[in-house]
């Protein structure tokens, strides 16, 4: 996260960034407010709900609040990122050669570019994802599918 706040700085762009257990809607709220009352009023709130334990079924859920009203999950499996791309994991999956076969896509791609989560997003919070919502999105190659 640290990373992106700096990014949206170099951009000269404003962000404000609360970490906040995406589970306590009161501390969600709270983080919220912290936005609104330094940026003003906010269309968009995007939480992270983090990252799922090594071995888990479950993807790493990102969930959009437009207006507080529309909540969506944003599915995500392995994604480029430090999460995925690490010693630690290089090393279980060279050690544990059937865990690469666990975690394959259905479609031919090793792993999700970052774009395209924000794409998705991008799209649940645009209009044309107006009366999206309660939805689960599985931004993950189809690994659900197969």
Known sequence: MEETVKRVGALDRRIVFKKADVRDIDAVRQACQAGVAELGPVDIVLANAGIAQLGSAEPD?????REVVDINLVGVWNSVSPMVMNEVLGKYVAENP?????????????LIDPV???????????????YVSGVTLPVDAGFLAR
């Open 116 to 130: 395209d989560i924000s794409n998705a997003i991008l799209f649940l919070v645009s209009d044309d994802g107006r």
């Open 98 to 110: 059937e865990a690469a076969k666990m975690t394959a896509n259905l479609m031919p791609v090793d």
């Open 61 to 65: 859920p990102i969930t959009t609040f």
